[in-house]
């Protein structure tokens, strides 16, 4: 059954000291696709740096968490195009949202859910040696910013270069070439090709400047299987690059 909601979206476009204002609302829309199952029109106003808008969905599942990633992606397009003319770069963050005519509102902090419940410790103090595990490690650092931006945006694209630092640094590590440093790294951090293969199918159209679509159930697989790699990389690091025994 299809349905149809309207929400105000709010946020603000970074950084602070930079406040952009558009002169006129701008208008847009998109209809169902292989990347979300919704239809939107949408209006977006800035001002000041803060930015408002309003959109009209229609679909048949129709996800808050999914209609905020869309007006997020709708929102980074127009401060590309921005910070292309300005010659800067911008970034976006949605704080907060609201359905008209309901109590139905929501605000958003920079929690990934997936991620959150894998974590139950996530507050416990950080391990001095991982800290240093990581430090003495350039691809470590590589991996770890690269899902940082995973989180944000294109998130295929950088999980799946996150693994591939991740096979650099065994490969220096061991002095071998590329096929020999995959095998090596499924086989000490006892991961499967599918699993990576899966992360691949998102990444690829993306590192040949083509499209691909990604549902927020999508994103969520993606983010938990990169995670999953990535909690073991660390481990093998902290083991003194010693192949996990599970």
Same mark, same amino acid.
């Given at each position: 059954?299809?349905?149809?909601?309207?929400?105000?979206?709010?946020?603000?476009?970074?950084?602070?000291?930079?406040?952009?204002? =558009?002169?006129?609302?701008?208008?847009?829309?998109?209809?169902?696709?292989?990347?979300?199952?919704?239809?939107?029109?949408?209006? @977006?106003?800035?001002? +000041?740096?803060?930015?408002?808008?309003?959109?009209?969905?229609?679909?048949?599942?129709?996800? /808050?968490?999914?209609?905020?990633?869309?007006?997020?992606?709708?929102?980074?397009?127009?401060?590309? =195009?921005?910070?292309?003319?300005?010659?800067?770069?911008?970034?976006?963050?949605? /704080?907060?949202?609201?359905? &008209?005519?309901?109590? !139905?509102?929501? @605000?958003?902090?920079? &929690?990934?859910?997936?991620?959150?419940?894998?974590? $139950?410790?996530?507050?416990?103090?950080?391990? @001095?040696? +991982?800290?240093?595990?990581?430090?003495?490690?350039?691809?470590?650092?590589?991996? +770890?910013?690269?899902?940082?931006?995973?989180?944000?945006?294109?998130?295929?694209?950088?999980?799946?270069?996150?693994?591939?630092?991740?096979?650099?640094?065994?490969?220096?590590?061991?002095?071998?070439? &590329?096929? $020999? *440093?995959?095998?090596?790294?499924?086989?000490?951090?006892?991961?499967?090709?599918?699993?990576?293969?899966? @992360?691949?199918?998102? *990444?690829?159209?993306?590192?040949?400047?083509?499209?691909?679509?990604?549902? !927020?159930?999508?994103?969520?697989?993606? /983010?938990?299987?990169?995670?999953?790699?990535?909690?073991?990389?660390?481990?093998?690091? +902290?083991?003194?690059?010693? $192949?996990?025994?599970?």
């Amino acid at each position: 059954m299809v349905e149809s909601q309207r929400w105000t979206f709010f946020g603000r476009v970074l950084p602070n000291n930079v406040p952009i204002t =558009l002169g006129v609302p701008l208008r847009g829309g998109a209809q169902v696709n292989d990347a979300y199952s919704l239809g939107c029109e949408f209006e @977006v106003r800035l001002h +000041l740096g803060q930015l408002v808008v309003d959109a009209n969905f229609s679909g048949q599942d129709l996800h /808050l968490e999914t209609m905020r990633n869309f007006i997020r992606e709708q929102a980074e397009h127009l401060v590309a =195009l921005i910070g292309y003319k300005f010659g800067g770069t911008f970034d976006v963050e949605i /704080l907060a949202a609201s359905r &008209e005519g309901t109590n !139905d509102w929501a @605000v958003f902090g920079n &929690e990934i859910g997936c991620l959150v419940n894998a974590r $139950p410790d996530r507050f416990a103090p950080l391990q @001095v040696d +991982l800290f240093q595990a990581v430090l003495t490690n350039q691809y470590a650092c590589l991996v +770890l910013s690269d899902f940082q931006r995973a989180m944000r945006e294109d998130t295929g694209f950088y999980c799946y270069r996150a693994i591939e630092s991740m096979m650099q640094s065994v490969k220096q590590d061991h002095g071998l070439t &590329e096929k $020999p *440093a995959w095998a090596r790294l499924r086989n000490d951090l006892k991961i499967s090709q599918d699993s990576i293969y899966r @992360v691949k199918d998102f *990444a690829d159209p993306v590192r040949h400047g083509k499209t691909k679509g990604m549902s !927020d159930d999508d994103r969520a697989e993606i /983010l938990s299987t990169t995670d999953k790699i990535i909690d073991r990389f660390l481990r093998y690091l +902290l083991s003194g690059r010693q $192949p996990l025994s599970a």
